[in-house]
T-cell receptor, first 114, second 117 residues
Framework: DPKIIQKPKYLVAVTGSEKILICEQY?????MYWYRQSAKKPLEFMFS???????DNQTASSRFQPQSSKKNHLDLQITALKPDDSATYFC?????????????FGPGTRLTVL | AQSVTQPDARVTVSEGASLQLRCKYS??????LFWYVQYPRQGLQLLLK??????VVQGVNGFEAEFSKSNSSFHLRKASVHWSDSAVYFC???????????????FGEGTQVTVIS
């Protein structure tokens, strides 16, 4: 059974629209993260949450807003979508407070903005 | 600022041959280092990690890596590759001056490994 679920797997959106990427983890972790993998760029850290509180935000734009409705959920809302937002977005989780703790990654959501 | 450099974007190796992937890191604090692998159309999986102790760490599927503080390196090795090892390999850095609060991982650019028969 998948331990980290990301929905949808593929997403196509038009410029200016808004989308929500879903992430649920069933590993019992208290820290969750979002990363972005754009073409020809390394994976980039976006956000980290610990016990449903924002710990770090490395995203320059306020168009990206994480939402944690439950302990094991961390969704990502993206507003006013732009073609440059096209990327694969990965959710991850780990035990919090340990920099050497393994982060487990979900399968990703591939977003294409036309 | 933390950074990771993987100088080889692509590596092609014959099945059964040995493999070494290079990784250099820069960290202002104690580095915690990982190698992750991404198989086609899949998420990332941890191969191995280093945070202290013996500089040679063993991972899954016969992979090992060697940490060198003097060279700021964390190279990955495998003695004999299989066709199923074809994937993208990422060297990853955590820790440093975050105090364990952020959990931010810094990724290298990745090395695409192709195993040919």
């Amino acid at each position: 059974d998948p331990k980290i679920i990301q929905k949808p797997k593929y997403l196509v959106a038009v410029t200016g629209s808004e989308k929500i990427l879903i992430c649920e983890q069933y590993l019992g972790h208290n820290a969750m993260y979002w990363y972005r993998q754009s073409a020809k760029k390394p994976l980039e850290f976006m956000f980290s949450y610990s016990y449903q509180k924002l710990m770090d935000n490395q995203t320059a734009s306020s168009r990206f807003q994480p939402q944690s409705s439950k302990k094991n959920h961390l969704d990502l809302q993206i507003t006013a979508l732009k073609p440059d937002d096209s990327a694969t977005y990965f959710c991850a989780s780990s035990q919090p407070g340990l920099d050497y703790a393994e982060q487990f990654f979900g399968p990703g959501t591939r977003l294409t903005v036309l | 600022a933390q950074s990771v450099t993987q100088p080889d974007a692509r590596v092609t190796v014959s099945e059964g041959a040995s493999l070494q992937l290079r990784c250099k890191y820069s960290s202002s604090g104690t580095p915690y280092l990982f190698w992750y692998v991404q198989y086609p159309r899949q998420g990332l999986q941890l191969l191995l990690k280093y945070y202290s102790g013996d500089p040679v760490v063993q991972g899954v599927n016969g992979f090992e890596a060697e940490f060198s503080k003097s060279n700021s390196s964390f190279h990955l090795r495998k003695a004999s590759v299989h066709w199923s090892d074809s994937a993208v390999y990422f060297c990853v850095l955590s820790g440093g001056n975050t105090g364990g609060l952020s959990g931010k991982l810094t990724f290298g650019e990745g090395t695409q490994v192709t195993v040919i028969s």
